[in-house]
């Protein structure tokens, strides 16, 4: 595993912990604010993981398929891409 994921996978846990936390804030209907506070910090950790995965893809698996003479896969990942950010900035 790239450092890159490693890093990713410590935001995915801490998020994890977070909504659990989330959860259990609703359920004990604890003041808005609190939640949307923890809220926005669960999404942040996962945006921040995001882009820590897409630095990774672009650094290993894209710029490999890049280098290859296979425009049919160069094409594939460079819309594999553009799917996923779009999706991002939805």
């Known amino acids: 595993m790239t450092t890159q994921k490693e890093k990713a996978l410590v935001n995915f846990k ?33 945006k921040s993981a995001h882009q820590m995965l ?6 290993t698996c894209f710029k490999k398929a890049m280098a290859t003479k296979n425009e049919k896969r160069k094409q594939e990942m460079t819309q594999e891409i553009l799917r996923v950010t779009k999706l991002s900035n939805k």
């Open 14 to 46: 801490k998020a994890q912990s977070l909504i659990s936390k989330i959860i259990e804030m609703v359920e004990a209907n604890q003041y808005c604010i609190e939640i949307m506070q923890q809220n926005l910090a669960a999404l942040g950790l996962l």
């Open 54 to 59: 897409m630095e990774n893809h672009l650094n």
